[in-house]
């Protein structure tokens, strides 16, 4: 047997950042986002010799050891070890052998969520191969514990619960890791505009999003005020943009991601750069409404939003700074497991 699963990449469209504690912890925070056509995915083939075999087959790197209850946190394909020994200190008990193959279709730090949805993905192939009882919040908020508890990964929360569910989504955070998900149900016409007039472009850099996140999050705790009022206009934002996307008023999407990009600058140092600063107004200028950087920022994807004729435009401007433009779908499914 053969077990697989996959789970699609996101784009933060609206409220970046307020999924983050202790702001979400303190004001409540909220998101809008939705998965896309790029995706994580990750195969156990079980084994019967006592080894375990960990491949990361989009970064060249594979690992075999003997198969322990625990496996050892040293630098080396952490995020997959992390996950192995809290299904086996949760539920197996035992130690387990196999072989453990993953892929991603975007690198690391591209903005895009995908070490999160890459943790659900492996995840969702343990419970297809183990028949763990999982639902998709439980699912979503194992995944959460295990990057920022038992691994230390900063971040927030949404990328795991795009991963699990999927589709376009409105999503609310709260203390106590109380989260809500709210399914936005939008007209197709709707979806197909906004994947039609909005690029995704790779700037051809990735960055450190930890450093970014911790940043925001010690402005939250020393009450940096210029920096908490403007994750409370992102969490307006995230309101503004569910609204405009429900109604078809898609002629409002570039302001709305130019007025959230605004604010976004001011969370944390380190959020744009010069490069990335010269891309978007160059952008605009070519006629782009709107953009942002996605995720937490200093580099990977950006993505800007062009109505009318004006895609073609700003595509050739945006070919000039040497990056990649990415062509995407967006995805009503989230996480999927099968068996072979």
């Given at each position: 047997?053969?077990?697989?699963?996959?789970?699609?990449?996101?784009?933060?469209?609206?409220?970046?950042?307020?999924?983050?504690?202790?702001?979400?912890?303190?004001?409540?925070?909220?998101?809008?986002?939705?998965?896309?056509?790029?995706?994580?995915?990750?195969?156990?083939?079980?084994?019967?010799?006592?080894?375990?075999?960990?491949?990361?087959?989009?970064?060249?790197?594979?690992?075999?050891?003997?198969?322990?209850?625990?496996?050892?946190?040293?630098?080396?394909l952490d995020l997959l070890k992390g996950i192995y020994n809290r299904v086996v200190k949760d539920f197996e008990k035992r130690p387990l052998s196999f072989r453990l193959s993953?892929?991603?279709?975007?690198?690391?730090?591209?903005?895009?969520?995908?070490?999160?949805?890459?943790?659900?993905?492996?995840?969702?192939?343990?419970?297809?191969w183990l028949k763990l009882p999982l639902g998709e919040y439980d699912l979503a908020h194992l995944a959460h514990e295990i990057e920022r508890i038992d691994l230390g990964m900063a971040g927030g929360k949404q990328d795991?619960?795009?991963?699990?569910?999927?589709?376009?989504?409105?999503?609310e955070f709260y203390k106590d890791d109380k989260v809500i998900v709210n399914p936005l149900r939008i007209r197709s016409k709707y979806l197909n505009e906004l994947s039609h007039n909005m690029i995704l472009y790779f700037t051809g850099t990735s960055r450190l999003s930890s450093k970014i996140i911790e940043a925001q999050r010690r402005n939250v705790v020393t009450e940096n005020m210029k920096s908490i009022e403007a994750m409370h206009q992102l969490k307006k934002q995230a309101v503004m943009m569910k609204?405009?996307?429900?109604?078809?008023?898609?002629?409002?999407?570039?302001?709305?991601?130019?007025?959230?990009?605004?604010?976004?600058?001011?969370?944390?140092?380190?959020?744009?750069?010069?490069?990335?600063?010269?891309?978007?107004?160059?952008?605009?200028?070519?006629?782009?409404?709107?953009?942002?950087?996605?995720?937490a920022g200093g580099g990977g994807f950006m993505i800007f939003y062009c109505p009318n004729t004006?895609?073609?435009?700003?595509?050739k401007t945006l070919e000039s700074f040497g990056g990649q433009i990415k062509r995407y779908e967006f995805t009503t499914g989230g996480l999927t497991t099968w068996t072979i």
């Open positions: 047997m053969i077990h697989r699963s996959k789970s699609p990449l996101r784009l933060g469209l609206a409220g970046g950042g307020t999924d983050v504690a202790p702001y979400s912890d303190l004001y409540g925070g909220a998101i809008l986002n939705a998965t896309i056509s790029m995706y994580a995915y990750a195969t156990i083939e079980p084994r019967n010799d006592g080894k375990i075999i960990l491949a990361s087959l989009d970064k060249d790197i594979e690992l075999e050891m003997d198969s322990t209850e625990v496996l050892a946190i040293d630098g080396n993953t892929y991603v279709d975007a690198p690391p730090g591209s903005g895009l969520g995908t070490s999160s949805t890459l943790v659900v993905t492996i995840l969702g192939a343990f419970a297809e795991q619960y795009a991963a699990t569910f999927g589709g376009v989504n409105f999503m609204e405009a996307i429900l109604k078809g008023e898609l002629e409002k999407i570039g302001n709305i991601l130019d007025f959230g990009w605004k604010h976004k600058k001011q969370m944390a140092a380190d959020i744009s750069n010069p490069m990335i600063d010269d891309i978007y107004n160059a952008a605009s200028k070519a006629g782009a409404s709107g953009g942002k950087i996605s995720g004006t895609r073609s435009h700003v595509v």
